[in-house]
């Protein structure tokens, strides 16, 4: 068992002189290993300050790579000094009105009066000048 490092103290080495991540709860110096990751060093440093274990399973590395890790392990994470994950909860929202009836013979409503109101018009002033004729 190495040294066990506190999350502020591995979230210090973040840049590519100085690149540490945690992985299941174990510490990592990627430093020397920046260049070689086949996915850039870009993916290695936005691993750093934080537990990158879903990060480094979700992308599905091969045996090699994780037998690779041991040469470069520096001791262990304190958990306790990891934030608990916590559950996303959507922002509340206003209730949405499913049955938009209303509004829509509401918009029919401002589209066909004007129409019959027209109709009328143009029928009255056509009806007008026949008879007058």
């Known amino acids: 068992m190495g040294k066990v490092f506190t999350l502020k103290e591995v979230a ?3 840049d ?5 991540l945690i992985i299941d709860g174990k510490v990592f110096d990627v430093t020397k290993f ?3 990751h086949p996915g850039g060093d870009d993916v290695l440093l936005s691993a750093t300050g934080k537990d990158a274990t879903d990060d480094f ?3 599905g ?7 690779m890790m041991d ?3 520096v001791g262990d994470i304190d958990s306790a000094t990891i934030p608990s994950k916590v559950e996303y909860t959507p922002p509340k929202q206003a209730h949405y009105n499913q049955d938009k009836t209303s509004e829509f013979i509401i918009k029919i409503l401002q589209f066909v ?3 019959v109101i027209l109709g009328v018009a143009v029928g009255i002033r056509f009806y007008t000048k026949t008879i007058q004729d």
């Not at 590519?16 to 540490?20: E, F, L, S, V």
């Not at 590395?61 to 037998?67: E, F, Q, V, Y």
């Open 34 to 36: 920046l260049e070689d």
């Open 71 to 73: 040469e470069f392990y």
């Open 57 to 59: 399973e979700d992308v």
């Open 16 to 20: 590519p002189k100085d690149c540490w």
């Open 113 to 115: 009066v004007p129409l």
């Open 61 to 67: 590395h091969s045996t090699t790579a994780k037998s």
């Open 12 to 14: 210090e080495h973040n």
